[in-house]
């Protein structure tokens, strides 16, 4: 059974930081490329972050870079996204993704980062 489990979010304050994890089984997971997703209330999904299966490639969205780090740990079958300076426009739901072309595809379910005074 393929699971994708988010954890490390939670309520901090502006210029803060926060490190996530997603911890995944049920698939080859060197094998796949990761990625970080979140979405606000009352807007879109939106890619944050993503990495290559073997870590050695990444990408971020344009506004989050220098901000973010995306890493991987391929022994530990485990992603993390450190996030430093945070804003209150940050505040969102972080998913992981898993993604190895049409059809192979796995989201988590999401961990809750808030951030506000």
């Known amino acids: 059974q393929v699971q994708l489990v988010e954890s490390g979010g939670g309520l901090v304050q502006p210029g803060g930081s926060l490190r996530l994890s997603c911890a995944a089984s049920?698939?080859?997971?060197?094998?796949?490329?990761m990625r970080w997703y979140r979405q606000a209330p009352g807007k879109e999904r939106e890619l944050v972050a993503h990495?290559?299966?073997?870590?050695?490639?990444?990408k971020y969205t344009d506004s989050l870079k220098g901000r973010f780090t995306i890493s991987r740990d391929n022994a530990k079958n485990t992603i993390y996204l450190q996030m430093n300076s945070l804003k209150p426009e940050d505040t969102a739901v972080y998913y992981c993704?898993?993604?190895?072309?049409?059809?192979?595809?796995?989201w988590g379910q999401g961990t809750q980062v808030t951030v506000s005074s």
């Open positions: 993704n898993a993604v190895r072309g049409v059809g192979y595809e796995y």
């Open positions: 049920g698939f080859t997971f060197s094998s796949y490329a």
């Open positions: 990495i290559n299966s073997i870590g050695s490639y990444t």
